[in-house]
């Protein structure tokens, strides 16, 4: 087929097109852009040699914006060219079908623009916020901070994002719409900070009320170092009476899962378990962002949650020792960096992953690296 005679508006998706730049894709469906002297060059190259200086020069958060600028443009248009996730990838974790185990954890789309992006990327789900009741501007600039070496990143962004209320609305025109995308979006609520923690849990309840019915799934997060307090929600009685509120309210039985740090002791892990059993959530995401900052050298330290690589074993010890005490499914997150350390999240006993910071250093031919290495096993 030719690149000029392809219909417009046709949604072509030939392996091969008859042009001077050739496009194929290998047994995941990852594009490869095709150069006379180059031959195959994989996006891989292209992010790291290319795309992540640039980016890596200027500021985190200014970039971040002019991605999600980008992103919330042309997702549309993207859908077209997004490669169809092979069947095999797919599984049904608490009653939702997910195209691929490979999610795109919150805090990276707070507020729900960029969802076409995400699937045209070739995620199987994606999770928006952390979303509060009321809208907030977050904590004073600058707040995030990338640190190469240890391919990681400090945030105290403080849940920054539009409220409840306004991603209410940008959910509800995307349906209307049929802008809706075909993989299952999770949405991550979390408290505003001019809250008392005593009224915590209601706080949590007026945002689930207004995006009842908008989510596949729906995510407490009690585990952010940076709203002050937050963490505090994961003791006992605290927990106890938001877990039961929210699930009163929950009439739909949308899958409901709680979000917890990496800092905990074990016991406190056990009794967390214990109260979720106990009121019917459908899982886990294991973990948020750690506060334990003693990788990081002293002068390169920042108020925040560390994330990337630092994390790495100490969020996958987090997952093993929940996965031995419970039979609800766990959702992965915290320093998966390659398709090795996914393929070890989901041994362990990971029903699903999330990815966040590997993004900024790997960029979505990750993504694509862990189907073709889940792929692979299929094969063998």
Excluded at 251 to 272: F, M, N, R, V, Y
Excluded at 344 to 373: K, M, S
């Amino acid at each position: 087929m030719n690149c000029g005679t392809a219909p417009r508006g046709s949604g072509c998706r030939s392996p091969r097109f008859d042009c001077a730049h050739k496009v194929s894709r290998n047994v995941s469906g990852i594009p490869l852009i095709w150069h006379p002297k180059a031959g195959f060059v994989g996006t891989v190259s292209i992010y790291r040699h290319f795309i992540r200086p640039l980016f890596f020069s200027a500021d985190p958060e200014s970039v971040h914006h002019f991605a999600m600028g980008f992103l919330e443009a042309f997702g549309p248009l993207m859908r077209f060219f997004a490669p169809s996730l092979d069947a095999r990838l797919g599984r049904e974790v608490f009653g939702v079908r997910f195209p691929s185990p490979v999610g795109l954890a919150a805090g990276f789309d707070k507020n729900a623009v960029a969802l076409a992006a995400w699937e045209a990327l070739g995620f199987g789900f994606a999770e928006i916020g952390t979303v509060t009741a009321k809208a907030q501007p977050g904590n004073p600039r600058p707040r995030l901070f990338r640190l190469p070496e240890l391919e990681a990143v400090i945030n105290r962004l403080g849940f920054n994002n539009e409220g409840a209320q306004g991603i209410a609305r940008r959910l509800e025109t995307l349906r209307a719409d049929g802008g809706w995308p075909s993989i299952p979006v999770g949405v991550n609520l979390g408290k505003s900070k001019v809250t008392p923690l005593e009224e915590a849990t209601a706080d949590y309840v007026t945002s689930f009320r207004r995006l009842r019915g908008l989510g596949d799934y729906f995510v407490l997060n009690v585990s952010s170092p940076n709203t002050p307090g937050l963490r505090k929600l994961q003791d006992k009685a605290a927990l106890e009476e938001l877990l039961g509120a929210v699930q009163a309210e929950n009439t739909g039985s949308a899958p409901l899962l709680l979000k917890i740090a990496p800092d905990l002791e074990w016991p406190a892990i056990d009794e967390i378990l214990a109260l979720v059993e106990a009121n019917k959530l459908a899982g886990l995401i294991v973990t948020n962002t750690t506060i334990d900052h003693s990788s990081v050298p002293e002068a390169r330290r920042q108020q925040g949650g560390l994330s990337g690589r630092p994390l790495r074993e100490r969020s996958f010890e987090v997952l093993k020792f929940v996965v031995s005490r419970t039979r609800l499914p766990v959702i992965a997150v915290g320093g998966i960096g390659s398709a090795d350390e996914a393929l070890r999240r989901l041994d362990a006993g990971a029903a699903l992953i999330q990815i966040y910071t590997a993004l900024v250093y790997e960029g979505p031919a990750l993504i694509h690296a862990i189907h073709n290495a889940l792929l692979s096993r299929v094969v063998r």
